[in-house]
């Protein structure tokens, strides 16, 4: 998948190691399926975030409509404020990429702001944001479709757009990753971990292959 693309092996361990300890501490039983669709709130909770919809801000203070997701520090708090516009599945995804930023500890790491400033003129700034932004994506992809469940339930497109509240263009990205050395090395070690975890949402999903005679 894109997004692995000149990452260090440590530093995508170190993104997929984040949403599997982000995922481990869900309720297993906490959304509709049993842990999937992830429960977003949840996940604010544990990073000490709060989602906010953008329409609540535009109409406090004015200004344009925001379109994409914001992410910002105040007073000591990370606040997202994430557009409505988008489909499900996409808002679901910049939610997760932003709370990647948080559990990857960008925010203490990184000044961001002035990394901001500066990428426009230094290619190093603009390579360590472009760096932070694949391990966000990382996060987002592990947590949200975790590959121990979509390998060993061996998912397809629609089932993760369905039951993982996913877009179609990520169900297939992490079915690509299915196959990627990278993403098997990174993952395998937590495997029957996660399964466990997850068990409510795997018997489910037995249920379901064996109605529709898979």
């Keep these: ?12 361990r170190m993104a997929v190691q984040r949403a599997h300890e982000v995922l481990l501490g869900l309720n297993p039983q906490g959304s509709r ?13 544990i990073l000490q975030m709060r ?13 344009e409509p925001i379109n994409e997701a914001v992410c910002m520090r105040q007073a000591g708090v990370t606040v997202v404020l994430l557009p409505e516009n988008d489909p499900p599945g996409r808002i679901m995804f910049h939610a997760a990429h932003e709370a990647g930023h948080k559990a990857c500890g960008h925010f203490e790491e990184y000044d961001i702001p002035r990394l901001r400033e500066r990428a426009r003129s230094s290619k190093l700034a603009a390579m360590t944001l472009a760096m932070m932004d694949r391990e966000a994506d990382i996060f987002a992809a592990e947590l949200l479709m975790p590959l121990a469940v979509v390998r060993y339930l061996e998912l397809d497109a629609l089932d993760l757009q369905f039951y993982h509240c996913v877009s179609s263009a990520a169900a297939k990205g992490r079915l690509a990753d299915a196959d990627d050395p990278q993403w098997l090395q990174a993952t395998t070690d937590d495997e029957e971990q996660i399964l466990a975890h997850c068990r409510e949402y795997v018997d489910h999903m037995d249920f379901v292959k064996a109605l529709r005679g898979e």
């Design 1 to 12: 998948m894109g997004q692995l693309a000149y990452l260090p092996r440590p530093r995508l």
């Design 33 to 45: 399926y049993g842990i999937f669709p992830i429960n977003m709130q949840e996940v604010a909770d």
């Design 51 to 63: 989602f906010v919809p953008s329409s609540a801000v535009h109409q406090a203070i004015g200004g």
